[in-house]
């Protein structure tokens, strides 16, 4: 079985170019999730999607962020436009449903480097 | 407000050297408690957990105990191997939420 993979590994884009990145969820997982680690702190939450949802996007830093998951499969984390301060690793999971106990799959990341 | 406090690395060890990586978190209630490893390479896995106090999460001859009173989850293991140089991620979550909580992760690198 598939684990969550990310599209692309590794993006470098000048400042006030648009990116996208993409997750695609373990097939039949409903929940999926995106995180993000700056500069080698803390990773931190952005949002959690149930199926097609936004069920929680908290952690989301600003509007410049776009977070989608049309049909409820995989999902695109959109920045437009890039900011220096974006630069980190993006990291997506999922899970199945069944409620908060059900273990989160990490894909390998997304390394967005902004110039 | 809730956070995780891990130590600092990079942590360099010899094989078969014994290791400690020490987390505490700071939370409003009682999670439960997660050690995440990430190899060269690859995505971010569940290494252990625990849910409740005095529980003990064991895996791949890592260890780690909820310790409620002190607020901490060091993990450990007796004697580490090249194959365990990674980053190590402690974490947590509340009973009520999705939502993890991570430290700023610990680089371990064992020397042959």
């Known amino acids: 079985e598939a684990g969550v993979t990310q599209f692309p590994s590794h993006s470098v884009i000048e400042k006030g170019q648009t990116v996208t990145l993409r997750c695609d969820p373990i097939s039949g997982h409903d929940n999926l999730y995106w995180y993000r680690r700056v500069m080698g702190k803390e990773i931190k939450f952005l949002l959690h999607?149930?199926?097609?949802?936004?069920?929680?996007e908290s952690g989301m830093p600003n509007n410049r962020f776009l977070a989608e998951r049309t049909g409820g499969t995989y999902s695109t984390l959109k920045v437009q436009p890039a900011e220096l301060e974006d630069s980190g690793v993006y990291f997506c999971?999922?899970?199945?449903?069944?409620?908060?106990?059900?273990?989160?799959?990490f894909g390998q990341g997304t390394r967005l480097t902004v110039v | 407000g809730n956070s995780v406090t891990q130590m600092e690395g990079p942590v360099t060890l010899s094989e078969e050297a014994f290791l400690t990586i020490n987390c505490t978190y700071t939370?409003?209630?009682?999670?439960?408690l997660f050690w995440y490893v990430q190899y060269p390479g690859e995505g971010l896995q569940l290494l252990l957990k625990a849910t409740k106090a005095d529980d003990k999460g064991s895996n791949k001859g890592f260890e780690a105990t909820y310790r409620k009173e002190t607020t901490s989850f060091h993990l450990e293991k007796g004697s580490v191997q090249v194959s365990d140089s990674a980053v190590y991620f402690c974490?947590?979550?509340?009973?009520?939420?999705?939502?993890?909580?991570f430290g700023s992760g610990t680089r371990l690198l064992v020397r042959p």
């Open positions: 999971a999922s899970s199945q449903a069944g409620g908060v106990n059900t273990e989160a799959f």
């Open positions: 999607f149930v199926k097609e949802s936004k069920q929680d």
């Open positions: 974490a947590f979550r509340m009973d009520s939420s999705y939502k993890l909580i």
């Open positions: 939370a409003t209630g009682y999670p439960s």
